[in-house]
């Protein structure tokens, strides 16, 4: 987000996520895959740019 300069406000703001979503991102919560392709388009990358697995 800070090489896009995307703040969360702008997220908010623009609908692609809502407060309790971005609460759930915050928190390391599950989100829905279509709240990834929101987030991919708004940043403009791919689901490998944000989702990141540990074993």
């Keep these: 987000m800070n ?5 969360q ?3 908010l703001k623009d609908k692609v996520l809502d407060n309790k979503t971005l609460d ?3 928190k390391n ?4 895959l279509l709240t990834l392709e929101r987030l991919c ?4 990358c791919t689901p490998n740019d944000i989702v990141e697995f540990h074993e």
């Design 3 to 7: 090489e896009k300069g995307i703040t």
């Design 9 to 11: 406000y702008k997220l």
């Design 24 to 26: 759930s991102l915050k």
């Design 29 to 32: 919560k599950n989100i829905t």
């Design 41 to 44: 388009n708004a940043l403009d």
